[in-house]
C-alpha cells in the first residue's frame, strides 16, 4: 500500500481521499445520504469498498483505482445485508446509524465481509453475498451463532485471523469466517443503561445491560 493515502467517510455518505498524509483532501464519491464504512485491501490496494447504510437495498460499492472513482456493485431489492434475517428479506431492518463496519481479506481483495446485525460475505468483490454468521442461531446449522450489533471488523496483520467487536465482545475467526469463537471469557465489562436503588432495603441495587441481561447486588444472596 501506500502509506501516505488516506481515505475518510462521512455520515452523509461522502467518500475522501488524501494523498499527503492528512493535510489535504479530495471528495471522490458522494453517495446516498447516510453513513458510510471503508475497507481497503493490503493484496491490491487499489482496491476500496464502502458499505452504506441505506435502507433496504444496503448498496455496496467498490473503487479499483485506488479510491477516486466508485461503482455500485451490490444494491438489492430482496436481500438486506443489514438486516436481521438468514436470507436477507427483512428489507426494512436497519440499525446502521448504530452498527456498521466492513473489512477486506489482506490476502485476497475479492473477499469481503459487512457487519450490521448480523456478518455477510462476498468472494466476488462485493458483487453477491451470503450470510456468515447469526445474532440469534445458526441459519440452520449452516453459520456460526454470535452475537448482534457488529461495531467492528479487523484482521490481525500477516494472518487471516480476523476479529469481530460487538455487543455481546470479542469474537474471532481463523478459518475464513466458517466457525467463529467468542473470545472474551475473563473481561469483566458491562454495558449499563440504567440503575435502580432500593428505597426500603440497604445494599440492594439492579442493573438493565444492553443485550445482556440484568444484573442484582444485594446483601442476602
Known amino acids: 500500500g501506500v502509506p501516505s493515502t488516506i481515505y475518510g467517510s462521512t455520515l452523509l455518505g461522502d467518500i475522501f481521499i488524501s ?33 452504506t447504510g441505506a435502507t433496504g437495498s444496503s448498496p455496496v460499492y467498490r473503487s479499483t483505482d485506488g479510491g477516486y472513482n466508485y461503482t455500485k456493485v451490490f444494491n438489492s431489492t430482496t436481500v438486506n445485508l443489514l438486516g436481521y434475517e438468514c436470507n436477507g428479506n427483512d428489507m426494512n431492518a436497519n440499525q446502521a446509524g448504530y452498527d456498521l463496519t466492513i473489512a477486506a481479506d489482506p490476502n485476497n481483495a475479492n473477499i469481503v465481509y459487512v457487519g450490521g446485525i448480523n456478518i455477510w460475505k462476498s468472494t466476488d468483490g462485493g458483487t453477491t453475498w451470503n ?91
Not at 492528512?22 to 464502502?50: F, H, K, Q
Not at 453459520?143 to 484482521?155: F, G, I, K, M
Open 131 to 221: 450470510i456468515n454468521t447469526m445474532w440469534d442461531g445458526t441459519c440452520n446449522g449452516t453459520v456460526s451463532e454470535v452475537h448482534a450489533d457488529q461495531h467492528y471488523l479487523a484482521y490481525q496483520p500477516g494472518t487471516n485471523h480476523l476479529f469481530v467487536g460487538n455487543d455481546g465482545g470479542p469474537y474471532k475467526t481463523t478459518n475464513n469466517g466458517t466457525s467463529w469463537t467468542y473470545i472474551g471469557s475473563g473481561i469483566v465489562n458491562s454495558q449499563i443503561y440504567r440503575i435502580g436503588v432500593s428505597k426500603s432495603t440497604n445494599n440492594e441495587v439492579i442493573c438493565g445491560l444492553q443485550d445482556n441481561g440484568t444484573k442484582l447486588w444485594d446483601s442476602w444472596s
Open 19 to 51: 494523498t499527503d498524509s492528512g493535510v489535504t483532501w479530495t471528495l471522490a464519491a458522494d453517495t446516498e445520504n447516510v453513513r458510510i464504512e471503508l475497507a481497503v485491501s493490503a493484496n491490491n490496494p487499489n482496491v476500496v469498498y464502502g458499505i
